[in-house]
């Protein structure tokens, strides 16, 4: 039998799985200082120090400031303005709030992002097979709200329910978030669930760790693609071949340790994120 017949749940990753972002982080932060009537900042300044404020922000305040109970907009404000004085920019407060308003609005709406054009029917065929579909993903609450909606991606249509970082107040690579959708989807057994995404640390790992199945996606054919087979993942192109993969498939046979379980758990609890 195909692994398909086996599944009650499906969760998929947004970024990179479901949806690529559209240019470079600078054109919109550039659109935005010149439109406060300030030079075009320096792309490659700009991502660094975006890299850099992101990482400390996430560090500092997870999840959003989820358990500080930080406003989402407060969480980007501070990261957005450390971003450009990383960057070696630092506006006075007029300027910075008419850049800021630019920034925030651009990446809550589908601007910056497009679909991939097999998401959709992926995951309506699977709710056509009855299979109930989970979005999985360290994304605040304007995704399930506002961009994913946008980008005709809708809770009832393409899926049934989702677990996003900042509103959960866990984030991947805790295997809590993996949990969190079993329970969602009606208490369903992890080995009749898989979970679909494109980063090894954060949904492989986990998602085997507590018992699902999982496969990676390789849609920008990465130098790490070839480390994950090696370590018993399958890598697919797109959700295209994982449907197929899916239909053709036979169920894996049960192991007292499948892919090095143990290890996997290490693995993913020496990553957890707090929240």
């Known amino acids: 039998m195909s692994l398909l017949s086996k599944l009650r ?15 470079r982080l600078g054109d919109y932060y550039c659109m935005a200082a010149k439109a406060a009537g300030k030079p075009c900042p320096d792309y490659d300044r700009m991502h660094e120090g975006f890299k850099l404020a992101y990482t400390e922000m996430a560090r500092k305040y997870p999840c959003f400031g989820f358990a500080a109970k930080m406003p989402t907009i407060e969480w980007w404000r501070i990261c957005v303005k450390d971003s450009f004085v990383k960057a070696g920019y630092d506006y006075d407060d007029e300027t910075f709030d008419k850049v800021f308003k630019r920034i925030y609005s651009a990446f809550g709406s589908s601007a910056p992002y497009s679909v991939f054009p097999d998401a959709q029917p992926f995951m309506r065929g699977l709710r056509e097979k009855g299979i109930t ?7 605040e609450y304007r995704y399930k709200e ?3 909606p946008a980008l005709g991606l809708n809770q009832g249509s393409e899926w ?14 805790d295997p809590k978030i993996y949990k969190i959708a079993l329970e969602m989807a009606g208490n369903v057994a992890p080995e ?4 679909i995404g494109d980063s090894y640390r954060k949904d492989y790992v986990p998602a085997r760790s507590i018992g699902m199945h999982a496969l990676l996606l390789d849609r920008f054919k990465t130098a790490d693609a070839e480390s994950w087979r090696q370590s018993g993942a399958p890598v697919l192109p797109d959700l295209e071949a994982a449907q197929a ?3 053709k498939n036979p169920t894996e046979e049960p ?4 892919l090095g379980a143990a290890l996997l758990r290490r693995m993913a609890s020496s990553a957890v994120v707090d929240c």
């Open 160 to 173: 049934d329910f989702g677990v996003f970082s900042g509103i959960v107040g866990v984030e991947k690579p």
């Open 133 to 139: 579909v989970g979005i999985v993903s360290n994304a």
């Open 9 to 23: 749940l499906v969760t998929v990753d947004v970024t990179g799985t479901l949806l690529a972002y559209k240019g």
């Open 192 to 195: 009749e669930a898989l979970h």
């Open 245 to 247: 993969w899916l239909t």
């Open 255 to 258: 192991a007292e340790e499948p």
């Open 146 to 148: 506002v961009i994913l």
